[in-house]
């Protein structure tokens, strides 16, 4: 049982729409396929095939084994009894998951700002972001955890293990 | 031919016994034991996260550092589960049921005595039975060849698949998506590019590290993020002289601690299976032999020896087919066998043929480990329980940062850090659909050796798979792989047949 369905038995709220799910539930399946069929539309013809035995032997189980789990999951998916439209559904899954979604964001972003502004720049923007994010408001326990991270980072990693980090414009 | 096992235990503890290798295991134990009190942080977490801060040390230090974590971490479920009805890792599910309630009843620092004394005797003697077993292990590898190592891998996909987790075929999917991930760089014997969208950093290999502590590590950050502290009851009340109450408890009791340590080392020995299975087997094993076993469950401290000896035990017999045969016994062996390949260690049975010295250093490694978590379970458990009421919100950056640097470490590599979040998605979208992680994971760092086996296997026989059936062990290892995909369903059968037969009856 996902999360999502324990938290609707235990507060007894109305089912997810069947679309909703099906996005969630067919998204791992159906890219497990298109990864498959990305790697014989890129291999196929261009590599000899004798050496080609062995991974398409893994894209046919895997082919095989997704597919069995695809039926299983669409045969749930049209016994499901949906009580809220897909718009409604969608909206409470974002309202249930928005600290999760917001981390998200604020990760890539985080991940996405370190090689122009540098490495520790962008880690502190960053984890004050995720506290803001988890609902940390307090500048002085922020400050604190930022502090202490950015110093273990730099003398483990920089000092002990003579990494470079990528460096803004700052140098740092 | 390998050396006898005393020679090599007595050239593994002139590797071990340095003043370096015993401040890591130190460092490991303590920041194992922290990080495993952290509920819903397993160990398998605190294994990945730190497995990139090996990276600078020597292949033996690094293994020396995890397998200490590993010990750490095992026990460090069993604080917030004796204190806060929390536990701390899967494998103290079980101390929950007959620790909480000793603690409601005034004795949780009795009852943290009897989880310390019987998760470091639990493990020390394990590891020392398993240390022993090393060397018929070790002459066993050698008769693996290619062809034995492919369908091993095959075997230990599906065991694995079948054993974690509640849905095989799913399990299974995982299991080969990760072959499939592994198979996406270049042709090993050609060099000619597969499957790399253009990405150099995954024209040579799949780096495995970024792939473990997303899939672990930051899959859980997703969760945690939601939580505004980790636990918020602070009413924790402890004390020496009872810790040490229940330590003596646990030497009055030496039948209850061997027959938790024997079936966590069986247990543990399985592929696939965990803690989480041996700590509940042996509590159920405790409560049927018990003279009262009603009272397990309702603050019995028997209920504690069974669960935590028995999931110390796992620790070294996890680590027997993750050593001999490249299959983890647990999610954090799964870890485990990254860090193998991160230092250079090929895992499978060319391990114990070629790597018997590094072998036994890390059996030896979790005896030192347990000596020393002895000591530093009862210095600080007694307020390691704090740990648990820091809010979430602090450890979440804390977290990422700790694991955005170290999956840039092991190549300088930015491609690793998107990756590494990438597949903590990954992992995300998987808890929330019931797919075990560790079957992806293992057909990630399997990948390249099954597919080797299989290029030289198909070498030698001139491109005809009936060689893959062509010796005894084979064969054994096929049969074995087509029981473990059926066992679950052909259980089931019977057991729909005998309960309709039962009806019929009534």
């Known amino acids: 049982m996902t999360s999502t369905e324990a938290e609707n038995e235990a507060t007894d709220r109305p089912a997810h729409a069947t679309g909703t799910l099906a996005v969630f539930r067919l998204?791992?399946?159906?890219?497990?396929?298109?990864?498959?069929?990305?790697?014989?539309?890129s291999t196929y013809g261009r590599i000899r095939l004798s050496n080609l035995y062995y991974p398409y032997f893994v894209i046919g189980v895997l082919s095989l084994l997704t597919l069995v789990v695809l039926v299983n999951e669409v045969r749930a998916l049209v016994s499901h009894q949906s009580e809220l439209?897909?718009?409604?559904?969608?909206?409470?899954?974002?309202?249930?998951?928005?600290?999760?979604?917001?981390?998200?964001?604020?990760?890539i972003a985080y991940i996405w700002l370190i090689e122009p502004i540098g490495f520790f720049i962008a880690t502190a923007i960053g984890m004050v972001g995720v506290m803001?994010?988890?609902?940390?408001?307090?500048?002085?326990?922020?400050?604190?955890?930022?502090?202490?991270?950015?110093?273990?980072?730099?003398?483990?990693?920089?000092?002990?293990?003579?990494?470079?980090?990528?460096?803004?414009?700052?140098?740092? | 031919?390998?050396?006898?096992?005393?020679?090599?235990?007595?050239?593994?503890?002139?590797?071990?016994?340095?003043?370096?290798?015993?401040?890591?295991?130190?460092?490991?134990?303590t920041f194992g034991m922290l990080a495993g009190s952290i509920p819903g942080f397993t160990g398998t977490n605190t294994v990945a996260i730190a497995l990139p801060f090996t990276l600078p040390m020597s292949a033996e230090i690094a293994l020396v550092t995890l397998s200490a974590i590993y010990v750490g971490a095992n026990y460090?479920?069993?604080?917030?589960?004796?204190?806060?009805?929390?536990?701390?890792?899967?494998?103290?599910?079980?101390t929950v049921l007959d620790a909480y309630p000793m603690s409601q009843q005034g004795d949780a620092s009795k009852a943290l005595g009897i989880s310390i004394f019987s998760s470091v005797i639990g493990g020390f003697i394990a590891a020392l039975i398993i240390l022993f077993l090393l060397q018929p292990i070790g002459e066993l590898a050698f008769l693996f060849t290619n062809r034995e190592i492919f369908v091993l891998g095959i075997f230990g996909l599906a065991a694995v698949a079948v054993a974690i987790g509640d849905n095989i075929r799913k399990g299974l999917v995982a299991g080969f998506l990760g072959l499939l991930i592994a198979a996406m760089p270049v042709d090993p014997t050609t060099g000619q590019r597969r499957l790399d969208f253009g990405f150099f950093g995954l024209y040579d290999s799949v780096p495995f590290v970024p792939v473990v502590v997303g899939l672990f590590a930051i899959s859980e950050l997703f969760y945690l993020i939601n939580k505004a502290a980790i636990s918020e009851d602070n009413s924790i009340d402890t004390s020496y002289k009872d810790i040490f109450e229940g330590v003596r408890y646990v030497i009055t009791r030496p039948v209850a601690l061997i027959r938790a340590m024997g079936i966590g080392l069986?247990?543990?020995?399985?592929?696939?299976?965990?803690?989480?299975?041996?700590?509940f087997v042996s509590w159920g094993a405790a409560k049927s032999l018990s003279n009262d076993p009603d009272s397990f469950g309702e603050g019995n401290p028997d209920g504690v020896i069974a669960s935590e000896g028995s999931n110390s035990a796992v620790t070294a017999g996890s680590l027997v087919p993750t050593l001999a045969l490249g299959i983890p016994g647990s999610g954090?062996?799964?870890?485990m066998l990254a860090a193998l390949l991160l230092h250079g260690l090929r895992p499978g049975p060319e391990l114990m043929q070629n790597f018997a010295l590094e072998a036994n250093v890390i059996i030896l490694s979790l005896l030192v480990a347990n000596i020393f978590l002895l000591f530093a379970a009862l210095a600080v458990s007694k307020y390691l329980v704090r740990v648990v009421t820091m809010p979430a919100n602090l450890i979440v950056p804390a977290i990422l940062a700790l694991t955005v640097i170290g999956a840039f470490a092991m190549r300088s590599s930015m491609f690793d850090v998107w990756l590494m979040f990438l597949f903590g998605i990954v992992g995300f979208v998987m808890r929330e659909n019931n797919y075990s992680m560790i079957p992806l994971i293992l057909g990630v760092i399997l990948g390249p050796i099954i597919e080797g086996a299989f290029l030289r296997s198909m070498l030698v026989s001139s491109n005809d798979p009936l060689y893959f059936f062509g010796s005894?062990?084979?064969?054994?290892?096929?049969?074995?792989?087509?029981?473990?995909?059926?066992?679950?369903?052909?259980?089931?059968?019977i057991r729909g047949v005998i309960a309709s037969q039962t009806d019929l009856f009534k």
Do not use: H
């Open chain 2, 1 to 29: 031919m390998i050396p006898l096992q005393a020679d090599l235990i007595i050239e593994a503890l002139g590797v071990l016994l340095t003043l370096e290798n015993f401040i890591f295991i130190a460092v490991g134990v």
């Open chain 1, 85 to 107: 439209g897909f718009k409604q559904s969608a909206r409470r899954s974002i309202i249930e998951w928005r600290r999760s979604i917001g981390f998200a964001f604020v990760a």
């Open chain 2, 332 to 335: 954090t062996t799964a870890v």
């Open chain 1, 132 to 172: 803001v994010v988890g609902g940390r408001r307090d500048p002085l326990w922020i400050s604190i955890v930022t502090g202490i991270i950015l110093v273990f980072v730099y003398v483990m990693f920089v000092q002990i293990m003579g990494l470079q980090p990528p460096q803004g414009p700052l140098g740092i």
């Open chain 1, 27 to 41: 998204a791992f399946p159906i890219a497990g396929l298109l990864l498959a069929a990305l790697y014989v539309e």
């Open chain 2, 472 to 493: 005894t062990i084979a064969i054994i290892l096929w049969i074995l792989t087509v029981v473990a995909l059926f066992i679950q369903p052909i259980s089931n059968v």
């Open chain 2, 266 to 279: 069986v247990v543990g020995s399985m592929p696939g299976a965990g803690t989480s299975v041996a700590n």
């Open chain 2, 76 to 94: 460090g479920g069993a604080i917030p589960a004796v204190l806060i009805n929390t536990p701390g890792t899967a494998g103290a599910t079980a």
